[in-house]
């Protein structure tokens, strides 16, 4: 698997300057298709119609490219929590995943790149969302899909988003870089003490706060960032490297700030990269149990 970006800009600078199962409540099973890509969203209406519950997943840096074949898996930790998610519910959650050029620190500025990424998952949800006006929504997000899964979450909480709070049903971060601070349920192992790389999402998820959970590793630098690592932000988010843009002076300045302690940049890109098999069932645990697809009238 490739790096999730942030990690990756940071190693892609070292190399520069650095000297050499919980049981679920049974559902009546739904006409199931297989999770699929948003681009697919308008024909996936026209072949089975609406369906009671949608899952939103927004993959991380490197995990998707825009056009690629949808049958191929994109976004490894949302991808299993949307199959884990639509097998619980017997297909009436259906499980999209967000297509877009992710190449952040690539080929274009991780803001950039998150921009985009978020209005493919806004438009998403806005397609789904006004051809069927029944259903409701929940969201997951690893990464740089977390970044835009808390930021759409926040936009609907607070009503700026394409639907209304009492139409999302549940949010699943992993590795949030706006972790801590936001009102969201932690999972287990995760810190109250921990802060993403980004830093705390202004506003935080308001009244939706107990719908939404957030998973970070402590030694995760995207979801956990020590305060002596944060100097190497700035510098990343301005880094690209198919346009020749490394701020080499500043990486090296900080790399010889943090003297030893630049090891925990390599352990810290090392914890966000595995999160195991049990965080998307986590995650998945926790959409299931907090969509209407969980109870027993349906």
Not at 145 to 167: C, F, K, N, Q, S
Not at 168 to 196: F, K
């Amino acid at each position: 698997m490739k790096l999730p970006r942030l990690a990756g800009a940071l190693i892609a600078a070292a190399a520069l300057c650095a000297p050499a199962a919980h049981a679920q409540q049974p559902v009546a099973p739904q006409p199931v298709a297989p999770i699929t890509s948003s681009e697919n969203a308008g024909a996936l209406l026209r072949e089975q119609g609406c369906k009671p519950n949608y899952l939103i997943a927004v993959p991380g840096g490197a995990n998707t490219v825009a056009g690629l074949p949808t049958f191929l898996p994109h976004g490894g930790q949302v991808f299993t929590t949307g199959l884990r998610t639509q097998a619980a519910t017997g297909g009436r959650i259906q499980p999209l995943w967000v297509s877009y050029n992710s190449a952040a620190f690539a080929t274009r500025p991780y803001f950039a790149v998150s921009a985009d990424a978020y209005n493919h998952t806004r438009g998403t949800v806005a397609t789904l969302a006004n051809a069927c006006p029944r259903a409701t929504f929940s969201l997951t997000g690893y990464s740089l899909g977390a970044d835009v899964a808390a930021r759409l979450t926040r936009d609907i909480a607070y009503g700026a988003g394409p639907i209304g709070p009492e139409r999302l049903d549940a949010v699943a971060l992993i590795a949030n870089p706006y972790q801590g601070g936001n009102g969201a349920v932690l999972g287990p192992g995760t810190s109250p003490d921990s802060r993403g790389a980004l830093g705390q999402l202004e506003g935080g998820y308001g009244q939706v706060s107990g719908r939404v959970l957030e998973i970070c590793r402590a030694d995760d630098i995207i979801c956990s960032m020590r305060d002596n690592q944060r100097a190497l932000v700035d510098p990343a988010l301005r880094t690209t490297l198919a346009a020749g843009s490394v701020p080499v002076a500043e990486y090296i300045n900080q790399f010889q700030l943090l003297g030893p302690d630049v090891a925990s940049l390599v352990t810290g890109m090392s914890a966000h990269m595995d999160y195991g098999l049990g965080t998307p069932q986590q995650a998945a645990d926790w959409i299931v149990s907090h969509s209407p697809a969980h109870s027993p009238a349906h």
